[in-house]
């Protein structure tokens, strides 16, 4: 393989699919389909152990859903590629949720002749998007943490930090009671029964597979 080659991983619970678009995009002089996986799981342990540019992810990967995002979001925190997403469905919301979920572009699978330049964008002029996404992500953190007081929203970053809550106490000059009614506040507006789950939630910008808890 040239050090050039765009080494691409496809994830996508459709075989046949799998077959043709490795075909087609095998057919370009810079691009090597490296990996193919069908399920999450596999997604995830090849994210582990192999090398790759760009992902092409199925937004619904079990058939119905999006368990896509939530793959693309987990992949995405172990190995840091280019996310492509791609769809049967035109869904402005499967839309939002997979750019939240780090996603560089959302492509209808009946437009996969525009796969290659898709591909090729995403991993040779990525500072654009990466700027979009990184903004996009500082709002869906405001948007979070936008019900909390400013004595709250403190107390929470300061467990984002890792800070235990003696360490809280004593950093802050608080009372135990105080601070308790602070933390139990923070953890009503934001929907969630403890400390650790919201420092989760907003890590996963809110992106909760259904049957998580919450």
Do not use: C
């Amino acid at each position: 393989m040239e050090s050039s080659s765009i080494r691409v991983l496809i994830v996508e619970d459709d075989p046949d699919w799998i077959k043709a678009i490795t075909s087609f995009l095998n057919r370009e002089p810079d691009m090597l389909v490296v990996g193919a996986a069908t399920t999450t799981d596999e997604a995830l342990k090849l994210a582990g152990t192999l090398t790759f540019d760009v992902v092409l992810m199925d937004i619904q990967l079990n058939g119905s859903g999006h368990d896509g995002i939530y793959t693309a979001m987990e992949l995405h925190d172990i190995h840091p590629a280019k996310i492509i997403m791609l769809t049967s469905l035109t869904d402005e919301t499967a839309m939002t949720r997979s750019f939240t979920a780090g996603a560089v572009n959302f492509i209808e699978k009946t437009r996969y002749k525009e796969l290659p330049a898709a591909i090729r964008t995403a991993h040779r002029h990525p500072a654009a998007m990466d700027a979009l996404l990184k903004e996009f992500a500082r709002l869906k953190r405001e948007e979070q943490l936008g019900a909390l007081t400013p004595a709250e929203r403190e107390v929470y970053e300061l467990i984002e930090e890792g800070y235990t809550q003696t360490e809280i106490e004593r950093k802050l000059y608080k009372a135990e009671s105080t601070l308790k009614n602070q933390v139990n506040k923070m953890l009503k507006k934001l929907g969630v029964k403890s400390s650790k789950e919201a420092v989760e939630l907003v890590r996963k910008k809110g992106l909760f597979r259904r049957g998580d808890k919450r």
